[in-house]
């Protein structure tokens, strides 16, 4: 069974940072291309970076220069470190394959105040 847990969201101010992390299970990690998607509320859910198996790496334009995607393969895990927060990156953060190939897991929220 496919799982994808998201976590280390939470509330920052505007200008701050944080790391949000993916853990899977229940597929090859290490041969998909992965990836994170937000939610704003009222939004439709939004491709925010990529990342291939060899750590080939792609972004919103929103997001470029502000956010890092990585991966650890050997921990089945994805990571996405996040700086210079805006009011505007206000999201449920997501992550499954490229191809969303998965079901979505739970999230993890974060909020960035003004």
């Known amino acids: 069974q496919v799982q994808l847990v998201e976590s280390g969201g939470g509330l920052v101010q505007a200008g701050g940072s944080l790391r949000l992390s993916c853990a899977a299970s229940?597929?090859?990690?290490?041969?998909?291309?992965m990836a994170w998607y937000r939610q704003a509320p009222g939004k439709q859910r939004e491709l925010v970076a990529t990342?291939?198996?060899?750590?080939?790496?792609d972004y919103a334009d929103s997001v470029k220069g502000r956010f890092t995607i990585s991966r650890d393969n050997a921990k089945n895990t994805m990571y996405l470190q996040m700086n210079i927060l805006k009011p505007e990156d206000t999201a449920v953060y997501y992550c499954?394959?490229?191809?969303?190939?998965?079901?979505w897991g739970q999230g993890t929220q974060v909020t960035v105040s003004s």
């Open positions: 499954n394959t490229k191809s969303m190939r998965f079901d």
């Open positions: 229940g597929i090859i990690f290490r041969f998909n291309t």
């Open positions: 990342i291939t198996p060899v750590s080939s790496t």
